[in-house]
Structures are given as structure tokens and as C-alpha cells.
């Protein structure tokens, strides 16, 4: 609905206590023993069907309303992180946890769990090692072993409402900082909780604003980066379409803490849900009050633009994503001047990712000291990841800093399909390197990460197994990156695309251990070259990878052999005479006709037609197929 | 005045000055491509690095950009900085061959050949930019930018078709440091004679 002049007259807030007010109301008229189903609209869920699921189950209650003494609401909301399960159902208050609902199954839930109390078996989660079924959120070990600060409200809030978001406590934080802080404080409270900038390098959050504070007076800005490009990552986009109050709420806290009345978000048109629920998160706040002039009758006045980025992978660079803010060419501008002295149209300005944004919503509510205590001494709170690859439970997960990588992706992600242990873990994005299974128990933090050749990055984290080729891996990585250099500086745009050659001839099994040596050198000129931080860490794919996987690339190139059985050049398929059941399924799949054989007898591969696209491998339920 | 060091000899230089003005007021060489005095420092062909030195630490800035300040540390020549000119150089030598200019300063640090591919025996332009910042800032005309991103990266008047913009005054052509412009004039300019009937009226 649509809120009128008047109307939003009528919904200003005008001071800290008729905030307070008003959300005590929205709290007494809820009550929480009252059955909610709660459908999860996040964009996994969404892409396997969710919205249909949320109709059928609207539906099957209509059906069934006579009977049910309270009509239980449906909640649509953001993402709830465990992706490889949806489209997910939750049932209030007892968080019964269902997955991979279809809207076929909405009568059955309606009849048999909110009706007569009891589970649909079929829909419960199973335990991947016992296969014991699992009944509620809190028992699986996905949720149970996480710590959820920044995604706290996601999956419980409905967040196209901002009612909704006051009830789970919105906007207390900047309340607090403009009603009873001095904008000192407030940057001392962010300094004091040891919060690091979640982007990827992780700076402290409260000393750059103090560097953009102490310019005193005159036009300043707070910006939101929210061009979340690593491949596989979707930490921020859940956040802003799950809980973009809290991003909105971290943004007005450092535009009073440094004296900014402007903020701009930054985010890549590819994330329509993230921007929409962002623009009625701006209007809410708006009509509440809380955007706009004199905030809460303190005399503060701020507001949030949002920019639509067009896919610049380097325009999550900070001084470029000034520029393209700015409708210049996104490009990055040597430093110094630093963004904080001049920054957004040469003015004093602060870029702060979407996560970092988050926590300090988190911060100010419930104190520096509350923060101080997560996480380890010099890296503290939470960190969400977004786990993918090969890895049993897909999704997104938060955690506390210095959890070992194993408890990640052994116990929350429930571990590697067909395999006790992963091959690799690249963390960081392409920026990022590759950490192998002896690195298992090193705590997830800024320092560590770094010292292990790799770094958190704003928290991709995909897994692989022993089918994953690291030469193969980090060329993809340089590939990218080549596609996405701005081209301003010679060492990148020059030099990147050098180096994926080089491991081009790697995989077709040329090249000498010499070339090895040159690559660390011309990785090393990059690094220390490049103008900004996309160039001076695109060697990072090649170096963590050769650090701890050397031996694959000698292989590569002593052997002509890729272990992985990935490389092209370097691998033959062949059918095992012995295992082949003569099904024809593989011959199906072969997009080349290349294999033949007589049905129920052996079949063969004919090597000249063979284009090792490993459809057959991929096809064959017996393991007959075998690459090497 | 500032006071720093260049090379282990003490400098002085004047607060707003960069380490490429310092370093070329006392006499010290520093190679660039993409800087021009005519124009905003750009901080792109990264021929201009020098090594800052503090404690154990160390890091590589381009000179051309970064301020002079007191007490600084500054190398130009060290191993770290020179290879990075060695790669940056052996790396242009296959992306823009037929420039002599790029030839000869390739020499100077021993690169002869180089191991890379030649895609473009023909091609002389290092995508600098100068001309691009030289139509911007000192005629003002806009008439060229860059055009693509990364390695489809090319300088051109806008669609890539002569524009009325250019005023055909060769300032991108001047500025150029390996003559790559002077082929890609025709292709930019389009009739003087519009941009004549609006000087006038202004």
C-alpha cells in the first residue's frame, strides 16, 4: 500500500520514544505461541518454485480455514541460507523445519502438522551420516553450528515490511547513536568493538571513519558497496533482499558519526529482489521518519540514494566505484588522496560493504563490548560465507571468527559428497587463493588467511574435491580476472592475461618447470605493479595454488598428465570392459556419437571422435567409464 | 621544504610536488610513458614505480602520482623496481612492436626480445591515455576517449566513427609517446568546418 502525504504525516516518528512506542505495540499485538508458516523467498528458493509453494499452501488453508481455530499467517521471507534444500517451510513456533517442499505437498502439511500436530516424514531434513530425520531448525547440524549476528532477522522477518523489522528490533542502534550519542562516540563504539571491513581487506571500519571525521564540517558521504562479484558468492545479496533495514540502519549511524547527510548504495543491477526490497526499505523509513530531515527530532538529516552498477567486476573497487557513482568510467584513481580526504566528487567519503553496514546496526544496538566478545583478539564477530561447490549443503553460513575451516565445510556444510576430506578451499574470490586439506584446522580469521597465501575476501568459499584440477582452477580465476581488468595499468592488463597463457600451455601438458620460475617472477612484478588491488592480487590464484599444489602442475608438465582428469589435452576416457553392463546410457549422453557398442555388451569409445566433455563419465551408474 | 631521500642521497622538495618532480629536479631519471607536464598524473603505464622503504617493510608506488613527503625513503631503481619495468617493457614489446620508442627503452633494461606472441606486427599504440586526457584537459574538445574495457580496450572518437568534436588541432598526436596517434588521426577527425561555425559564435 501505497502511503499518501497525510498518511505519512500521520507515521512520523518524532522522537526516541515514540519509536520505542510503537514497536512495543507491534511486539504486544503479536503473539508468539501462534502458529506462523514461514516460506522462504530467497532467490534459491524462489528459482525452485517457492512462490508456488506459498500459493498452494495459501490455498489448502482456505480450503481448511473452517476448521482451524486461529488462521495461521504466512510469512514470506529472505534467504535462510541452506539453498541445496529449498524451496524451504518453517512452521512457528516450534521451527519445524521442512525442505524441498513442493506446492503439492501444502495439503498434507496443512492437514497433517497444522491441523493434527503431527510431521510429514517425506519433507523432514535427513541426517547426511545417520539418516536420522530431523524435525526442527535448531537440531541440523547446518543451523546448529552456526552464529548468526548479521543474518539474525533474515528468514524470521518478512522484509518488505518494515513493521516487521521494528519488531526484531530495526533501527534501535541509530536511534541510540542520534538521540543519546556525540558523533565521537559513536565512531569510538565502532573502533572499541574491533569491527574490519568485510569487503575483502579488512580494514578497521571505525578508524576510517574517523579519518573522513576529522574533516570538519562541509558536504561528506557514506557509500554501500554492494557490487558483491566473486564468482559464487551471495552474502550481500542475501542480506540486502532478507534484511536491508539493517543495511539502511548501519548507513544513517555513519553518516552521523561522520557528519555525512547523503549515502549511496551501490549495487549491481543483476540484483533486482535485493533492489527492490531496498527501495521500499528506503520509502518505509521515509514515511517512518527515519530517513529524511531531522531523524527522530534529533537535527540530523540524511538520505540513501541507490546506484545501479552495470556489472563492472572492478567497480567494487573503492576509488572505482566513485567514479562510476560519479558517471565517469569506472576505473580506479591512484591513492593517495585517500577516499576519506577525497573521495565522492572529491569530498570527504566512507565505503563500507553491505555486511559491514549490517554489523554496525548490530554494534550500536547491543554494544562495543557485546562485539568485542566474538571472534578471536584481532579479527572480532561473525563472518557470512557463502559455501558452494562440492560440498553436501549448499548455502549460506555464519559463523564466528577463528572457526577452523574443517568444523565449515566438514560439520556445517556437512562435509564433501564421496569423499572424507576436500581437495582445496578457495576463499576470497578470485583475489583469493586455494587452501588444501592440511590447512584443515586453520582458523578462519583476516591474519590467518593471509599468512596461508589466501585472505577472507567479502566470503566466498567453494570446496573442491580430488576431480578438481588447480591449474585448471586458477586459470579459470586469471580468466576472469583478464575479463574483467579495467586495462588502465600495464601490469594487469598486460600482465594477466600473460599469466593465463602461460598456464594455457600448462594444461595442454607444455611448457618447462623453468616457465614455473618466470611465472613467479612476472607474478611478483604484478603484485608490486598494479595500480589497484584487483591487479596487485590476481597472481594470488596462481601463487596459493603452486604453494600447495606444485606437484600437480610438474605433472601437467613433466608428465603430460592431469591427476585431476580435467585438462583436456592431457586425459583419455575408456570404458572397463569388465564393469560395462552395455546399458547404453553413455552412448546416449555422447554428443559426438562416439561411442558404440551392442546393447547389454561392452561398449567402446572412439578416441578420434572423443571431445572429453566427460558426458559419458558423468552418465555411467556402474563406474565403468574411467578418465585418464 | 621537504626533506627525503632518493636513492640514499638527501633531497629537498617542495610540498605538493611528487616523487617523479622531486626526483627530475635533482637530476634523477625516472622513465614514464603515459606521464605528460601538460596534463593531471595518471598513474597508468606503472614505468614510473619506485621502491618505498620503511623498516623491514617495503612497497612500490608510482612516482608520478604519489606526493613527496618528509622523511620518505625512495628507491628507483632497485631489483623489485626493475623487474617490474623488465615485464611491463618485454610485454609491450609484443603488444605494440612497431614502436621504436618502446624498443629502444626496452633496451636500456636488457630487454631485447620478447617470449610473449605478436598478435599485431603493426601495432604501436600503449593505450597511455595521453591523448585521450590531452583533448579533455588542454583543448577541451572530448572529442577521443577509450573505448572497451581490459584487453578490448582501444582509443577512438565516440562508435568509433569520426566525430565533429575534433578540432583537428593534433594535440593527441604531439603528446603521443610512440607516434601510434598520427594513424589514428583520419579515423578521429571529422569536418573542421561545423567546429569553425561554433567557435565563431561563441
Known amino acids: ?628 | 621544504m621537504l626533506s627525503l631521500t632518493i636513492d640514499g642521497n638527501k633531497v629537498e622538495a617542495e610540498a605538493g610536488w611528487s616523487l617523479l618532480d622531486t626526483a627530475r629536479q635533482n637530476g634523477i631519471e625516472i622513465p614514464t610513458l603515459c606521464y605528460h607536464e601538460a596534463v593531471e598524473p595518471f598513474g597508468a603505464c606503472r614505468l614510473c614505480v619506485v621502491e618505498l622503504r620503511q623498516g623491514n617493510n617495503s612497497r612500490l608506488v608510482a612516482s608520478c602520482v604519489y606526493p613527496a613527503e618528509q622523511g620518505l625513503d625512495v628507491y628507483t631503481a632497485s631489483e623489485k623496481v626493475n623487474n617490474v619495468r623488465r615485464w611491463i617493457l618485454e610485454m609491450l614489446l609484443s603488444e605494440c612492436p612497431a614502436s621504436s620508442e618502446i624498443r629502444e627503452m626496452a633496451a636500456q633494461y636488457g630487454v631485447q626480445t620478447t617470449r610473449f606472441e605478436i598478435s599485431d606486427p603493426e601495432q604501436e599504440c600503449i593505450l597511455c591515455g595521453l591523448c585521450v586526457r590531452a583533448c579533455a584537459q588542454v583543448v577541451g574538445a572530448n572529442a577521443i576517449s577509450t573505448v572497451g574495457r581490459g584487453a578490448q580496450k582501444e582509443i577512438g572518437s565516440p562508435y568509433l566513427t569520426p566525430g565533429d568534436d575534433c578540432v583537428a588541432c593534433g594535440t593527441c598526436v604531439t603528446v603521443c609517446p610512440t607516434g601510434a596517434m598520427s594513424a589514428r588521426f583520419e579515423r578521429v577527425r571529422g569536418v573542421p568546418s561545423v567546429v569553425m561555425a561554433r567557435s565563431v559564435k561563441r
Not at chain 1, 571468527?401 to 582445496?424: C, N, Q, T, W, Y
Open chain 1, 1 to 628: 500500500m501505497q502511503a499518501t502525504a497525510k498518511d505519512t504525516a500521520e507515521l512520523r516518528l518524532g522522537s526516541l520514544e515514540e519509536l520505542e512506542k510503537l514497536r512495543g505495540e507491534l511486539r504486544a499485538a503479536e503473539d508468539p505461541n501462534h502458529t506462523r508458516i514461514i516460506v522462504c523467498h530467497g532467490t534459491g528458493c524462489i528459482a525452485n518454485g517457492s512462490a508456488g509453494v506459498t500459493e498452494a499452501l495459501k490455498a489448502a488453508l482456505a480450503a481448511a480455514g473452517e476448521d482451524i481455530a486461529v488462521m495461521p499467517g504466512i510469512k514470506t521471507t529472505g534467504c535462510h541460507g541452506f539453498c541445496s534444500r529449498g524451496p524451504l517451510v518453517i512452521i512457528k513456533p516450534k521451527n519445524i523445519f521442512y525442505q524441498q517442499v513442493k506446492p503439492g505437498d501444502a495439503e498434507e502439511i496443512v492437514q497433517k502438522t497444522i491441523k493434527a500436530g503431527e510431521m510429514v516424514e517425506s519433507l523432514l531434513y535427513e541426517h547426511p551420516q545417520t539418516g536420522e530425520k530431523i524435525e526442527t531448525t535448531e537440531d541440523i547440524p547446518f543451523y546448529a553450528g552456526q552464529q548468526r549476528v548479521v543474518l539474525a532477522n533474515i528468514g524470521q522477518i518478512d522484509p518488505t515490511k518494515i513493521d516487521d523489522a521494528l519488531r526484531a528490533g530495526a533501527y534501535a542502534g541509530a536511534a541510540k547513536a542520534l538521540t543519546n550519542m556525540e558523533p565521537k562516540q559513536v565512531i569510538e563504539a565502532v573502533i572499541n568493538s574491533g569491527l574490519r571491513g568485510r569487503g575483502g581487506a579488512g580494514f578497521p571500519t571505525g578508524i576510517k571513519w574517523n579519518l573522513a571525521a576529522k574533516h570538519e564540517g562541509g558536504q561528506k558521504y557514506v557509500l554501500c558497496n554492494a557490487d558483491e562479484g566473486d564468482p559464487g558468492a551471495f552474502m550481500d545479496r542475501s542480506v540486502m533482499e532478507g534484511d536491508p533495514h539493517a543495511v539502511v540502519e548501519g548507513m544513517i549511524i555513519g553518516g552521523y558519526a561522520i557528519g555525512a547527510d547523503t549515502g549511496y548504495v551501490y549495487v549491481r543491477a543483476e540484483y533486482p529482489l535485493a533492489i527492490k526490497h531496498l527501495e521500499k526499505a528506503l520509502r518505509d523509513a521515509r514515511a517512518y521518519g527515519l530517513l529524511g530531515e531531522n531523524i527522530l527530532g534529533s537535527g540530523f538529516n540524511f538520505d540513501i540514494r541507490i546506484n545501479r552498477g552495470a556489472g563492472a567486476f572492478v567497480c567494487g573497487e573503492e576509488t572505482a566505484l566513485m567514479r562510476s557513482v560519479e558517471g565517469k568510467v569506472g576505473e580506479p584513481v591512484p591513492r593517495p588522496p585517500y577516499p576519506s580526504d577525497k573521495g565522492l566528487f572529491g569530498k570527504p567519503s566512507v565505503l563500507n560493504n553491505v555486511e559491514t553496514w549490517a554489523n554496525v546496526s548490530r554494534i550500536l544496538d547491543k554494544g562495543a563490548d557485546w562485539f568485542a566478545g566474538l571472534g578471536t583478539e584481532k579479527s572480532k564477530g561473525t563472518k557470512v560465507f557463502a559455501l558452494v561447490g562440492k560440498v553436501n549443503n549448499v548455502g549460506l553460513v555464519e559463523v564466528p571468527m577463528g572457526i577452523k575451516l574443517r568444523e565449515i565445510v566438514m560439520e556445517i556444510g556437512g562435509g564433501v559428497p564421496g569423499s572424507d576430506h576436500f581437495k582445496a578451499v578457495q576463499t576470497g574470490g578470485p583475489s583469493g587463493g586455494c587452501l588444501p586439506w592440511q590447512d584443515a584446522d586453520l582458523p578462519v580469521d583476516f591474519d590467518s588467511l593471509i599468512a596461508a597465501g589466501s585472505m577472507m575476501g567479502s566470503g566466498g568459499m567453494i570446496v573442491m574435491d580430488d576431480r578438481d584440477c588447480m591449474v585448471d582452477v586458477a586459470k579459470y580465476f586469471l580468466g576472469f580476472l583478464e575479463e574483467e581488468s579495467c586495462g588502465k595499468c600495464f601490469p594487469c592488463r598486460l600482465g594477466v592475461p600473460r599469466l593465463r597463457e602461460t598456464l594455457n600451455r600448462f594444461s595442454k601438458g607444455q611448457g618447462t618447470v623453468e616457465d614455473i620460475d618466470d611465472l613467479y617472477s612476472l607474478a611478483e612484478a604484478i603484485k608490486a605493479g598494479s595500480l589497484c588491488a584487483l591487479g596487485g592480487t590476481a597472481p594470488n590464484a596462481v601463487l596459493s595454488t603452486l604453494r600447495y599444489f606444485r606437484d600437480e602442475y610438474e605433472t601437467h608438465i613433466l608428465e603430460h598428465r592431469c591427476p585431476a582428469g580435467v585438462c583436456k589435452d592431457l586425459i583419455t576416457y575408456s570404458i572397463d570392459p569388465e564393469v560395462c553392463t552395455g546399458c547404453r546410457a553413455c552412448a546416449r549422453a555422447c554428443p559426438q556419437n562416439a561411442i558404440t557398442g551392442e546393447k547389454k555388451k561392452p561398449h567402446t569409445i572412439d578416441e578420434s571422435l572423443c571431445i572429453r566433455c566427460g558426458m559419458c563419465f558423468e552418465s555411467c551408474k556402474f563406474g565403468a567409464v574411467q578418465v585418464q
